[in-house]
């Protein structure tokens, strides 16, 4: 099934965009004019009510935009792997030992020697998509990575170990 939205004017309010769930559900974001949204769940059983509305400020709403993309994100690499023979998809939890630790992604030269590629970075449930050769690794985060098999292996061994 395909995704559908619909978008309402609400003249004098703003615009209200629903999306319908394969599930039938309805959940809608209304955009006002003065730039306050708000977050509105429909009733399951008549989904012309709006069971619930939620007032989400600009970081709140930036925070699930961040949280929804992402675990799609993800999701979507996942199935790439999942539709390519030989292609794996991985997050690899930077060890707290790692000698590569408040260094820069570039200094680990992954790629070069490996031939995966660290497509991401899982920090604190934020996704860094497509993290550029300076972005610093740190405590906890989790490096997500494309390749083969013996490129993954080879990555989770780099950040354990270091350079052979």
């Given at each position: 099934?395909?995704?559908?939205i619909?978008?309402?004017?609400?003249?004098g309010?703003?615009?209200?965009?629903?999306?319908?769930t394969?599930?039938?559900?309805?959940?809608?974001?209304?955009?006002?004019?003065?730039?306050?949204?708000d977050?509105?769940?429909?009733?399951?059983?008549?989904?012309?009510?709006?069971?619930?509305t939620?007032?989400?400020?600009?970081?709140?709403?930036?925070?699930?935009?961040?949280?929804?993309?992402?675990s799609?994100?993800?999701s979507?690499?996942?199935?790439?792997?999942?539709?390519?023979?030989g292609?794996?998809?991985?997050q690899?939890a930077?060890?707290?030992?790692?000698?590569?630790?408040?260094?820069?992604?570039?200094?680990?030269?992954?790629?070069?020697?490996?031939h995966?590629?660290?497509?991401?970075?899982?920090?604190?449930g934020?996704?860094?998509?497509?993290?550029?050769?300076?972005?610093?690794?740190?405590?906890g985060?989790?490096?997500?990575?494309?390749?083969?098999?013996?490129?993954?292996?080879?990555?989770?061994?780099?950040?354990?170990?270091?350079?052979?």
């Open positions: 099934m395909g995704i559908r619909e978008k309402v004017d609400l003249p309010i703003g615009i209200r965009h629903d999306l319908v394969e599930a039938g559900r309805r959940i809608s974001v209304v955009s006002h004019r003065d730039g306050e949204r977050l509105g769940v429909f009733d399951a059983d008549d989904p012309d009510a709006c069971r619930d939620i007032q989400l400020n600009d970081d709140e709403a930036a925070a699930l935009a961040d949280v929804l993309g992402a799609v994100m993800l979507r690499l996942t199935s790439l792997s999942d539709e390519t023979a292609l794996y998809t991985e690899i930077l060890p707290t030992d790692s000698p590569f630790l408040n260094r820069t992604l570039g200094d680990t030269k992954a790629r070069t020697r490996t995966a590629s660290i497509v991401a970075i899982v920090r604190d934020v996704v860094i998509p497509s993290p550029t050769p300076a972005e610093a690794l740190r405590a985060d989790l490096i997500v990575v494309v390749g083969t098999r013996e490129g993954l292996d080879g990555v989770s061994r780099l950040l354990a170990n270091g350079p052979d």
